[in-house]
């Protein structure tokens, strides 16, 4: 038992600093070559914030741990609608922009109904993950095309936090011509740091529920999803506190619909016999992962804003669904 409790924690340590020297080096190649700091925010950051969950769904797959793939998912956004958002607007109101209203938010419970009807049958084939992954490269698509018509004043906050100038101390800055061979590196090291970190934390979730009699798609849905889930919930903070609240509230609602469509997608593709569903996923956790994000659209509307007792609500409402986890499935 406490092998696998150190080999997750250790898992977990690597995914996190995987995904942050992911998404720096990935940040500052991209930034190195031309792409602009509102593409590289809606795709590079959104995209490397999401690969540990794509590395701990692979693995969890491969491994013959289907529940745990899901519920890490499901669970992922579960966190980032009611915990991260409600921390975020607990800590700093929340201003919406009409980008969010009119194409993310729907969008993100859009994808949540795409995936509560896939699952009803208790199965996922591999066709239906092929459409998903489709579903991501068009929504990607979507937002590179979008990204031309910001307001100035989104271009100008994704400038400040992703141009060259904000990046110079991301990472030792490399001096001549192989200073994008340099972020290059850091970049496949990030991602290989979070492979191994993903194979890690699989184990140890694993045989932690083998060791307490506890499902795998509660681990996944709990621990596992805390874990892969934490760059959203640093970046979504850090950006809250710095008030560029526009990053915040995109980089949250994209990486919502990038996990069902691309990182679900992707797992689901590579196992060609499809995925089995745990029942209790399909009756209860998949659907209150659509409820928390039909719930986003009075609260995103009413006067274009979450506000801070908007945010304790989610809050209170993340607790409580942690807490029946805990107690009823556990």
Same mark, same amino acid.
């Given at each position: 038992m406490s092998a696998n409790v150190f080999w997750l924690l250790v898992g977990l340590v690597a995914l996190i600093a995987g995904a942050e020297l992911l998404t720096r080096g990935g940040t500052r190649l991209a930034a190195r070559l031309g792409i602009r700091p509102v593409l590289i925010g809606l795709t590079v950051v959104a995209l490397g914030t999401s690969m540990p969950e794509l590395a701990v769904g692979l693995w969890s797959v491969g491994d013959g741990h289907a529940s745990l793939a899901l519920g890490n998912i499901v669970g992922a956004?579960? %966190?980032? %609608?009611?915990? =991260?958002?409600?921390?975020?607007? @607990?800590?700093? #109101?929340?201003?919406?922009?009409?980008?969010?209203l009119r194409f993310d938010l729907p969008m993100m419970v859009g994808a949540a109904l795409v995936l509560l009807a896939m699952a009803w049958d208790l199965r996922l084939e591999r066709w239906e993950g092929i459409v998903l992954v489709a579903m991501g490269v068009a929504y990607i698509a979507v937002l590179v095309r979008t990204s031309r018509n910001e307001s100035r004043a989104v271009k100008a906050e994704f400038e400040a936090e992703y141009g060259e100038q904000a990046l110079a101390g991301a990472l030792p800055e490399p001096r001549g011509r192989f200073a994008a061979l340099s972020d290059l590196m850091w970049l496949l090291a990030g991602i290989a740091i979070v492979v191994v970190g993903a194979e890690w934390m699989v184990e140890g979730a694993s045989g932690i529920a083998r060791s307490l009699g506890v499902p795998e798609a509660v681990i996944g849905l709990t621990i596992v999803a805390l874990g892969t889930s934490s760059p959203e919930l640093a970046t979504t903070?850090?950006? =809250?506190?710095?008030?560029?609240?526009?990053?915040?509230?995109?980089?949250?609602?994209?990486?919502?619909?990038?996990?069902?469509?691309? &990182?679900?997608? &992707? =797992?689901? @593709?590579?196992? #060609? =016999?499809?995925?089995?569903?745990? #029942?209790?996923?399909?009756?209860i956790d998949i659907p209150v992962m659509v409820l928390a994000a039909i719930a986003c659209v009075p609260v995103f509307v009413t006067g274009r804003r979450v506000g801070r007792l908007e945010g304790i609500a989610l809050l209170a409402a993340y607790l409580a669904y942690m807490g029946y986890l805990l107690v009823v499935r556990t």
């Open positions: 956004n579960i %966190m980032n %609608m009611l915990l =991260t958002l409600g921390l975020s607007a @607990a800590l700093l #109101p929340l201003a919406i922009q009409m980008q969010s903070v850090v950006s =809250t506190l710095r008030q560029e609240r526009d990053i915040a509230i995109g980089n949250l609602l994209g990486s919502c619909v990038l996990n069902i469509f691309v &990182i679900l997608g &992707i =797992t689901v @593709a590579s196992v #060609p =016999t499809g995925l089995g569903i745990d #029942p209790q996923l399909v009756r």
